[in-house]
C-alpha cells in the first residue's frame, strides 16, 4: 500500500513541473511568434512614401486598420509629418518606442481629412509613425512624407 501511495505521489510531483514546463515553452513560443509578425516598415526622414492601407493590416478595434513605419529621431527635431489620401479619412500618429502617444493629427488646417501634424522631439529614439482611418473609412492608396525641418538662424 505504501509502494502504490508513492508512486502516485511520484506522478503527481513529475506532472505539475512537467505542465510548467510545457506552458513556459508554449508561451515563449507564442512571444516570439507574434514579435516576428509585428515589424514596423523603416523610412528614412525626408522622403515620401506611396503606399496602401489594406485589410491586411493591423486592426485598430475600431474597424479600421493601421500601419507602422519606423523612424529614427534626434532630440530637438522639429518635425512635420504629411499625411494623405484619396480613399479614405487619414489619422496619423507619432507613438515613442515604449508605446506611448507622443502626437496625432486628425484632420489638417488645409479643411479636408488628410492629416497635418508638426512636433518638438525631446528624445533621441526610434519612434513609429503610425498612419491608420479614421474609425471605419476605409483602405486604400496614401501617401505619407515626413521632413525635419530646418532651425531658424
Do not use: H, W
Not at 523612424?71 to 496619423?92: H, P, Q, R, T, Y
Amino acid at each position: 500500500m505504501r509502494n502504490k501511495s508513492l508512486a502516485v505521489g511520484l506522478k503527481q510531483v513529475t506532472i505539475i513541473p512537467a505542465t510548467l514546463l510545457a506552458i513556459v515553452i508554449n508561451t515563449t513560443a507564442a512571444f516570439a511568434q507574434a514579435n516576428k509578425f509585428y515589424n514596423p516598415i523603416s523610412i528614412p526622414v525626408g522622403n515620401q512614401i506611396n503606399d496602401t492601407l489594406s485589410d491586411k493590416d493591423i486592426p485598430t478595434g475600431q474597424g479600421g486598420f493601421a500601419r507602422d513605419y519606423m523612424v529614427k529621431l534626434n532630440k530637438g527635431d522639429n518635425l512635420v509629418i504629411d499625411l494623405a489620401s484619396e480613399s479614405f479619412d487619414c489619422m496619423v500618429t507619432l507613438l515613442s518606442s515604449n508605446g506611448t502617444t507622443v502626437a496625432e493629427n486628425d484632420d489638417g488646417p488645409d479643411g479636408t481629412s488628410n492629416s497635418l501634424l508638426f512636433t518638438r522631439i525631446v528624445e533621441t529614439d526610434n519612434y513609429v509613425i503610425r498612419v491608420r482611418s479614421f474609425g471605419e473609412t476605409g483602405i486604400g492608396l496614401f501617401r505619407l512624407k515626413v521632413t525635419r525641418l530646418q532651425p531658424a538662424k
